[in-house]
């Protein structure tokens, strides 16, 4: 079975801090990863992967990941938080071995303050 | 741009009513999706089909079925609605493997 843990209910940050939230996973075989955003009262909107290659990978709207095979990690960074950014966050992880079938964490909500 | 709709925003129904939740999709996908949103939850899949008329279980199919007629459209039933059903319903479509799933705006369902 497959697992996915953001252990953050939410996270707060100053406008033009970086900012972190936190996901690791658990998988059988090579895991593939993804985040999510939910705007309020919209549908979730992709930002980005990690399927294979380099480690860190570059997603919409100025968001990173970084892809830690030995710590069973993909957290999503940003250098300079917006209060634009403020959402709930969603990681997502698959593998070879579940095809299509993500399986999302509980979601972390990201609170950007002026 | 790529779209995918949900038939209704909000729902009410009563328990006990056959429910019927639609999606379709303009993306010509092969898989398409239905998860519930719950607080705290996540996104839970309950059913998923990758090709018309085919149809895999998710993590949480009991009380749901689901219809893939044509390419386009996925439909989710509540046979007989209860009120732990209550929740947000979001669908949701891919291409190929490992792809990135596009969300419709879900519906927000509750159960009196």
């Known amino acids: 079975a497959q697992s996915v843990a953001q252990p953050e209910d939410q996270v707060n940050v100053a406008e033009g801090n970086p900012l972190t939230v936190k996901c690791t996973y658990s998988v059988s075989g090579n895991p593939y990863l993804f985040w999510y955003v939910q705007y309020p009262n919209r549908g979730l909107q992709f930002l980005l992967k990690?399927?294979?290659?380099?480690?860190l990978v570059k997603g919409s709207y100025g968001f990173e990941a970084e892809f830690n095979k030995s710590q069973t990690s993909f957290h999503l960074k940003k250098p300079s938080a917006l209060v634009s950014d403020s959402a709930l966050y969603f990681c997502?992880?698959?593998?070879?071995?579940?095809?299509?079938?993500?399986?999302f964490g509980g979601g972390t909500r990201l609170m950007v303050k002026p | 741009d790529v779209k995918v709709t949900q038939s209704s925003r909000y729902l009410v129904k009563r328990t006990g009513e056959k429910v019927f939740l639609e999606c379709v999709q303009d993306m010509d996908h092969e898989n398409m999706f239905w998860y519930r949103q719950d607080p705290g939850l996540g996104l839970r899949l309950i059913y998923f089909s990758y090709d018309v008329k085919m149809k895999e279980k998710g993590d949480i199919p009991e009380g749901y079925s689901v219809s893939r007629e044509k390419k386009e459209r996925f439909s989710l039933i509540l046979e007989s609605a209860s009120t732990n059903q209550t929740s947000m319903y979001l669908c949701?479509?891919?291409?190929?493997?490992?792809?990135?799933?596009?969300f419709g705006p879900g519906t927000r369902l509750t159960v009196l």
């Open positions: 997502a992880v698959t593998s070879n071995n579940a095809g299509n079938m993500l399986t």
């Open positions: 949701a479509s891919s291409g190929g493997y490992y792809n990135e799933q596009f």
């Open positions: 990690y399927i294979t290659g380099d480690n």
